[in-house]
């Protein structure tokens, strides 16, 4: 996959770039490529941000700004999913991520807090996705939830069987997986389960299933 995100700080994702399980398939399954608005913006200064129109706080990215970044990557309108971090998105939920995890190729848009010139949502961006209602002050966290989301489902980002089960996927219903217990076995009289000490995989794995929430 193809993954290009476009942000006005490029190196807050270094730290992203060197954990599991974006560091395993990167430069494998997946080819990051990270691009500055600053860099190409058409306004003095690298400017890319300005007052919104009818007054407030804040400052909101300008659709030249970005028009002129999307231009000078792709030469034009690009042909893969262009997905703007927005909290006026559709909820990130675990059968999204499995649905952008099949693309081939996604562009991902950021920016400060709400703050998109809303004709970047309506004609640049052909989806806009939201990690939670709230407000943050970093909007490059959405891109970086999303990015490490999308990492772990593409093939060799977690070992053979880690991904059985895993909570919120269609195998579950959607729904959490299975309680965990570790080593031990019996800690201030709080105990592991006896079936998953027994030993039969068909009554641990009968188990675990009766136990998804």
């Given at each position: ?45 690298g ?55 099949a ?33 943050l ?49 019996d ?8 079936v ?18």
């Amino acid at each position: 996959m193809q993954l290009d995100v476009f942000t006005l700080v490029p190196h807050a994702f270094a730290w992203l770039t060197e954990q599991r399980p974006v560091a395993t398939v990167l430069g494998a399954e997946l080819d990051l490529r990270l691009f500055s608005y600053r860099d190409h913006s058409p306004l003095r200064n690298g400017q890319v941000d300005d007052e919104p129109y009818g007054g407030g706080a804040g400052m909101v990215l300008r659709v030249d700004v970005v028009a002129a970044a999307l231009d000078a990557v792709y030469g034009g309108v690009p042909s893969q999913p262009v997905i703007a971090l927005s909290p006026q998105g559709r909820p990130l939920t675990q059968r999204v991520v499995e649905e952008l995890a099949a693309r081939e190729h996604l562009t991902l848009l950021s920016a400060r807090f709400e703050g998109f010139d809303e004709r970047i949502v309506e004609h640049l961006a052909t989806d806009a996705i939201s990690i939670g209602p709230y407000v943050l002050s970093n909007g490059d966290l959405p891109a970086m939830v999303l990015l490490d989301a999308i990492a772990r489902r593409l093939p060799g980002a977690l070992s053979e069987g880690s991904g059985e089960l895993e909570s919120f996927s269609e195998e579950l219903g959607g729904g959490l997986e299975y309680p965990h217990y570790t080593r031990p076995a019996d800690f201030r009289g709080w105990r592991v389960p006896d079936v998953l000490l027994s030993g039969d995989h068909a009554r641990i794995e009968g188990w675990r299933r009766e136990q998804v929430r």
